[in-house]
């Protein structure tokens, strides 16, 4: 168990649709990341959250959003759904602000859009 | 811009084989950090080592070692007498210090283990 708590684990939505994925990190983490894992993408880097505020943008679609509460949950939200966004959407922490150590990740919320 | 090569797409050995996956990385950075995460049929990404680029000594652990050679710009990893249990997806990533760099782990795009009896 990483510490880090995804939910929800498994979501099936329709095209055009509007889902919220949702990250606790590790107790002591301030960086939140969020990945994407597709087929034909592979593991990409989507964006991070350091304390409350976003650090760094990575392959993020526009439709695509996210914020980091004062608690230092994450959401993720993805809107105007396309198939190709199905993937399995991975959150990740850290202590810190760069990746230099291990980075905990979730078991992944698997996103499927029919 | 950083880049992972991991060649081998699929590999299939029989149980206590020893196998060695490749891993070949680029990056302008001149510190830097390697890792390796095993992705099991769960799904989940575990964690498995780190490695920064001032430090070349090969590690073991158990039955995994890892062979960082800068010269070669390659993090080969080898699990010795391969279980049954040892079957998963393992990505090779890279990190740096630089702006673009430090936020994120850029992976490879995996390389599937299959151990049979």
């Known amino acids: 168990d990483s510490g880090v708590t995804q939910t929800p684990k498994h979501l099936i939505t329709a095209t055009g649709q509007r889902v919220t994925l949702r990250c606790s990190p590790r107790?002591?983490?301030?960086?939140v990341y969020w990945y994407q894992q597709s087929l034909d993408q592979g593991l990409q880097f989507l964006i991070q959250y350091y304390n409350g505020e976003e650090r760094a943008k990575g392959n993020i679609l526009e439709r695509f959003s996210a914020q980091q509460f004062p608690d230092l949950h994450s959401e993720l939200n993805l809107s105007s759904l396309e198939l190709g966004d199905s993937a399995l959407y991975f959150c990740a922490s850290s202590v810190g602000l760069g990746v230099t150590g291990e980075l905990f990740f979730g078991e992944g919320s698997r996103l499927t859009v029919l | 811009a950083q880049k992972v090569t991991q060649a081998q797409t699929e590999i299939s050995v029989v149980e206590k084989e020893d196998v060695t996956l490749d891993c070949v990385y680029e990056t302008r950075d001149t510190t830097y950090y390697l890792f390796w995460y095993k992705q099991p049929p769960s799904g989940e990404l575990v964690f498995l080592i780190r490695r920064n680029s001032f430090d070349e000594q090969n590690e073991i652990s158990g039955r995994y070692s890892w062979n960082f050679q800068k010269s070669t710009s390659s993090f080969n990893f080898t699990i010795t007498a391969s279980q049954v249990v040892d079957s998963a997806v393992y990505f090779c990533?890279?990190?740096?210090?630089?702006?673009?760099?430090?936020?994120?782990?850029?992976f490879g795009t995996g390389t599937r283990l299959q151990v049979t009896l």
């Open positions: 990533a890279l990190s740096g210090i630089n702006t673009g760099t430090a936020s994120k782990l850029t």
């Open positions: 107790s002591g983490d301030l960086s």
